[in-house]
């Protein structure tokens, strides 16, 4: 009898579940035209109102009902396809969406991405590539960084440099990731231009706040940049020239649908074009000088994809970029007949990134998404100074050669393996789970001095100082899950667990992540979000500006990690196909900062930094407004931020400011940005930007001390010193920034179906003089009364970058 009831529960739990049977439908959504994945296109099942969105690499899985189905699948600027069928077990299903003609009249159905109205992410923006290519920028060239010093929340350094900051924290407090790996360094041209080279580029996502558990190490800002894969049907690419670098990119398949590349490199040719004016002003000079100088950065793009099967891909991505400065000066002194000397003085100074980095993607099962990956990521520094010298008595019929030279290196390198999983248990769940294991080698500074002669009566030198290089240990840990509770309401929550050890120092952190989504409608909702942030490597700088010689140090036994507690809320609307809207606040506390302490700098040389900083605290908050359109012919955004970071540094041995309360050096009341692009038809486009944001701060001392020495009999007459006093660090407010920048671009396509375009772009369109920096300057006021010349302090105003027009040519083949 008991077996009977054991059985008939058995075939009633099997009718139930046959009943509410599950299955799942996953595959991939690439480009119909060029086989690119299409990262975050969504997927939308209309009977059950459930969906999902593809991952980095175009991968989908969602999991519905058993019965019919009527699938749509969508990605902002494509035609949407709809897949009605009746689901009856797992289901595989390639998508490959066309371009819509008429992107004015795109609707994208149902599901969005995580950065959007129903997604449960905030404090992230997307912005199209072809966006960034728009923005006018200083020379002509296309710039990521500063396309994105255009968003609220991101302010830009100083003038036309491509640092940023982010919700008031520090330039090297953001994760930046080509193909998920980091780059130390993104700048070229001492920080006027980054590394980021939009022709290879497909898709940039920019995190200020509410980081998903798969991010760490890093406390203001996550920018992850994906490089395009290449076209698998056709072979096809872009050359250009304009004012300072020339560039060309080619993409397209090596075994038809199967294996393609993706290669792009970008030059500047300021050496070249300065050659001839350098030659002759050195020959202005002296007719016997000879100098050869110049400075260049380049960068080579490089992927490689190949599918191995229906389940497996391999990736390969390659990225190299230098800057160079060399100078040779060949002097030569023959006025004595008797006597002739000859010099030879020798400038090379290099440095840039490399990284690389191999990656395998498995399809585990339609649920279940795996990517490996190995990479290696290095920025290096290296300073070159030589000096030869002959001198000949030809009356003696002597010589005597004499040769110095001095070298500076600093780096940073990383090794990593890690693997990370995609796995959708159903259309309630969407996880992500992985590990990380970085092996860092940090390479603070080593300096030698070389000498040598043939003259007896000097000693040859050679020797090396510097520090030794810290090897750290970093491993890491993620989990996080989207959470579908009903309609109205999506949790995302995650934790990032992380250790590091360097110098046989262990420290660890369990960091919570949380983000809540309530959908008031359609096109209406809320969110909420927390996130603990915890840094481990800090930049050595004594400067605003990015220089080669700022140097990277981790965590030490004195010197603590870095934390933020970010809090946020926002209201976000979408209004339909003309524009979405958000509204941000955000309240952030960041522990450990580091600052130089009262009178120390910082020359390229880590020994004994740890004596030269304090550690404190920091406070920012602000709110954000944006409004992006990313369709139609009109496209752009506009963003205000208004904002307030503060820093303390009260504790004993950490004292700055005499414990006083400071404002960050970039601290900004207001920042306000517009940018718009419009095509007025296939021929004809334009595009402009304007900026205004409240001055940079800055530290000056209003009052000086004449100090007399004491007379005495060793030096009876000592000239007076002078001593400056500052009441507050940061005390200072340079003048308001506001600039306009503006391009057009005139397209033409030839009888072979080439595209060429002329673009024409004025940066300073009103020649404004924005303040680059601010020094103090003695002037005399002679008074005639009393014979008497008054000196009197003035603040003087040095401006960078006057009306600057620009030109280039493009061809698309």
Not at 528 to 535: C, F
Not at 635 to 655: E, H, Q, V
Request: with cysteine; net charge neutral.
């Amino acid at each position: 009898m008991r077996q009977c009831m054991l059985l008939l529960f058995l075939l009633l739990l099997f009718t139930v579940a046959g009943k509410a049977q599950n299955y799942t439908i996953s595959g991939y959504i690439t480009d119909k035209d060029t086989g690119e994945p299409l990262i975050s296109a969504s997927v939308f099942d209309t009977q059950s109102l459930k969906g999902a969105s593809a991952n980095n690499y175009g991968f989908y899985s969602l999991t519905l009902p058993r019965g019919e189905v009527s699938v749509n699948y969508s990605y902002i600027g494509y035609q949407t396809e709809n897949r009605l069928f009746s689901l009856q077990g797992d289901t595989i299903i390639h998508i490959r969406l066309s371009l819509q003609n008429m992107l004015n009249e795109v609707t994208v159905v149902g599901y969005t991405s995580e950065t959007g109205v129903k997604g449960s992410q905030m404090s992230a923006v997307e912005v199209p590539i072809s966006q960034i290519k728009s923005i006018p920028t200083l020379f002509g060239e296309n710039d990521l960084i500063k396309a994105l010093q255009l968003l609220p929340g991101v302010q830009a350094g100083t003038e036309g440099s491509a640092g940023f900051y982010v919700r008031g924290g520090g330039p090297d407090e953001n994760l930046l990731l080509l193909d998920g790996v980091p780059l130390y360094n993104v700048n070229h041209m001492f920080g006027f231009f980054s590394v980021f080279n939009s022709d290879a580029l497909k898709n940039v996502t920019l995190y200020k706040g509410s980081f998903p558990a798969r991010f760490g190490g890093r406390l203001s800002s996550v920018v992850d940049v994906r490089m395009k894969d290449g076209d698998d049907k056709k072979i096809k690419g872009s050359a250009s020239i304009g004012v300072i670098s020339s560039k060309i990119q080619v993409e397209g398949p090596i075994i038809k649908e199967r294996t393609t590349f993706n290669v792009s490199a970008r030059r500047t040719y300021i050496d070249i074009l300065a050659q001839p004016f350098i030659k002759y002003y050195a020959k202005q000079e002296d007719e016997s000088n000879r100098v050869g100088a110049g400075y260049y950065f380049y960068d080579i793009n490089a992927k490689f994809t190949h599918r191995i099967s229906e389940r497996d891909k391999l990736f390969l991505s390659v990225y190299t970029g230098d800057d160079a400065m060399y100078a040779r000066v060949r002097t030569h002194y023959k006025d004595d007949p008797s006597f002739e000397e000859k010099y030879w003085t020798k400038l090379n100074w290099g440095w840039g990134n490399l990284l690389t980095a191999l990656r395998w993607n498995r399809v585990v099962s339609s649920k279940l998404f795996m990517n490996t990956t190995a990479s290696f990521t290095r920025y290096r520094s290296k300073l070159r100074v030589g000096e030869e010298s002959q001198e000949t008595d030809k009356t003696a019929q002597n010589s005597v050669f004499s040769e110095t030279n001095v070298r500076y290196n600093s780096g940073i390198s990383d090794r990593t393996i890690k693997t990370d999983f995609d796995y959708n248990p159903g259309a309630a769940h969407d996880v992500k789970f992985g590990v990380n294991y970085t092996y860092h080698t940090f390479s603070p500074d080593v300096s030698s001095y070389k000498f040598s002669s043939t003259d007896n009566d000097w000693e040859d030198v050679d020797t090396v100082i510097g520090s030794p290089k810290v090897y750290a240990h970093e491993t890491m840990a993620y989990i996080e899950d989207n959470i579908s509770l009903g309609k109205i309401f999506k949790l995302n929550l995650g934790a990032h667990l992380s250790s590091f050890h360097v110098q046989g120092e262990n420290y660890f952190s369990l960091q919570p992540r949380a983000g809540l989504r309530a959908l008031l409608d359609d096109n209406l909702s809320v969110k909420a979000g927390y996130a603990y942030m915890e840094q481990y490597v800090h930049m050595l700088s004594n400067s605003s500006v990015s220089l080669p010689t700022d140097l990277w140090v981790p965590v030490t036994k004195k010197i603590r990690p870095m934390s933020s507690h970010q809090y946020s809320a926002g209201l976000f609307y979408s209004l339909r196909d003309i524009a979405g809207l958000s509204v941000e606040g955000y309240y952030k506390t960041m522990d450990n900062l580091l600052e130089y302490k009262d009178g120390a700098s910082f020359l390229g040389v880590s020994t004994q930094w740890e004596d030269k900083v304090s550690m404190g605290r920091g406070t920012a908050y602000g709110i954000e407004f944006l409004m992006q359109r990313m369709l139609g012919n009109t496209t752009g955004w506009l963003g205000y931020t208004w904002s307030r970071s503060d820093r303390i540094f009260n504790k004993p041995g950490n004292i700055i400011n005499n414990g006083r309360a400071f404002p960050a050096k970039y601290d900004r009341r207001h920042d306000l940005s517009l940018t718009l692009a419009h095509r007025f038809s296939e021929k004809f486009d334009i595009a402009g930007s304007w900026v205004f944001s409240t001055g940079n701060a800055g530290t000056f001392g209003y009052q000086e001390y004449i100090n007399v020495p004491a007379p005495n009999f060793i030096n009876p007459y000592q000239a007076p010193s002078t001593t400056t006093h500052i009441e507050n660090r940061n005390n200072f407010r340079f003048a308001n920034y506001h600039r306009l920048d503006l391009g057009v671009n005139f397209h033409k396509t030839t009888k072979r179906g080439n595209r060429s375009t002329w673009n024409i772009s004025v940066y300073n369109a009103y020649n404004q003089h924005n303040p680059f920096m601010v020094y103090a300057s003695a002037e005399g006021e002679y008074n005639p009364n009393t014979g008497q010349t008054l000196q009197k302090n003035k603040l003087m105003q040095a401006s960078l970058f006057p009306i600057i027009p620009s030109v280039s040519y493009t061809l698309s083949f």
